[in-house]
């Protein structure tokens, strides 16, 4: 070997070295994905697809947790207390901020408390009316609305989740009235108005899917700023003079603060390869969730911005908690 090439095996080697002192080797013992929610979800669905692509390429243990309980303040705040070593990752969805905006606290400081790492997707949020009540957009639901003696109703996901928060914002800016029934799920406000026990259901969109193509639902609009791409040929509330409106549920990977920033390197370039997976992809995608992959700087801008955003259209809307 020549005195150039065996100079430059060693850099490398150096290199290398240098690399795996800075993360610890990192991982090199199980790392586990706390769920601050109940199985099932988009935050579950996404946070199992990532620990099984994980541990694959990173031939260590990568275990799910489901930690739910208190809107999602429970599973949270363990993280918060983890060890800030990489070891233990949050899986997070927008209704951290929503319980920020509904109770105007959280007992932990999403911004001071966990380090973003990667902000992952998005899945709209989907309003659909029974049939019966000849509302298949929002001039109709408009109209309906001004009709004398109106009672219209809507049920959501429960008080304070994005879902509510979304019909709320849309009642500002269509000008209408529609009294909140706030189920626990919404699985529960979906059979409901499959079954005309309420005129109107908000829910996450992938839920409508099946029932719009089918007809037994009529899906009135979609909360994101493009269509959705399981319900292509329903327009969304901007498309129909709401604006703006964005207004998506989102997941994001954090971990405890004060991580190492090549532990978060590490980890959102592993998960960025995840994400643009093909078969990644179309799995979360049958799950309603659909791949948006930002920085941690544009995660912390969302946090801050979503925060401001929810805590003063629960001032408008007088959304309370329970």
């Keep these: 070997m020549s005195f150039q090439r065996f100079a430059l095996t060693l850099a490398t080697v150096a290199a ?6 800075q993360t610890g080797g990192y991982p090199n013992r199980a790392v586990r994905i706390v769920v601050p929610y109940a199985t099932g979800g988009g935050s579950d669905i996404l946070a199992r697809q990532l620990g ?44 951290m901020v929503t319980n920020l905006g509904v109770n105007g606290k959280l007992p ?7 380090t973003p790492i990667l902000l992952l997707g998005v899945t709209p949020i989907g309003l659909a009316a029974h049939p019966s009540f000849n509302i298949s957009d929002v001039k109709s639901l408009v109209a309906a609305a001004a009709q004398p003696g109106s009672s219209l109703s809507y049920g959501s996901c429960g008080i304070g989740t994005p879902q509510h928060f979304a019909m709320e ?3 500002l800016k269509a ?8 189920y626990k799920g919404c699985a529960p406000a979906v059979a409901d108005v499959l079954g005309g026990q309420i005129p109107l259901a908000i829910v996450s969109a992938n839920l409508l899917t099946p029932h719009a193509q089918s007809g037994r ?19 969304t509330f901007e498309e129909q003079g709401l604006k703006p409106f964005d207004f998506s549920i989102w997941y994001a990977l954090m971990g405890p603060a004060n991580l190492p ?11 960025r390869k995840v994400m643009a997976d093909p078969a ?22 969302l946090i801050r911005e979503d925060s401001a955003r929810y805590i003063e259209l629960a001032r408008t809307a007088r959304i309370r908690p329970e």
């Design 52 to 95: 099984a692509s994980l541990q694959q390429m990173w031939k260590q243990p990568v275990v799910v947790e489901n930690k739910a309980g208190a809107a999602g303040n429970i599973g949270s705040r363990e993280v918060v207390r983890s060890p800030a070593d990489g070891y233990t990752l949050l899986l997070q969805n927008s209704t």
């Design 16 to 21: 290398c070295a240098g690399a795996q002192a």
């Design 108 to 114: 932990y400081d999403a911004e001071k408390d966990l």
């Design 175 to 182: 000008g209408v009235q529609a009294l909140h029934i706030g």
């Design 217 to 235: 639902l009529k899906v009135v609009g979609v909360s994101s700023a493009q269509r959705y791409e399981a319900m292509p040929q329903v327009p």
């Design 280 to 301: 990644a992809k179309s799995n979360l995608s049958n799950a309603g969730v659909e791949p948006l992959v930002r920085d941690a700087a544009a995660l912390a801008q």
């Design 261 to 271: 920033p090549a532990v978060v390197d590490k980890v959102a370039a592993d998960v």
């Design 169 to 171: 914002l849309l009642k």
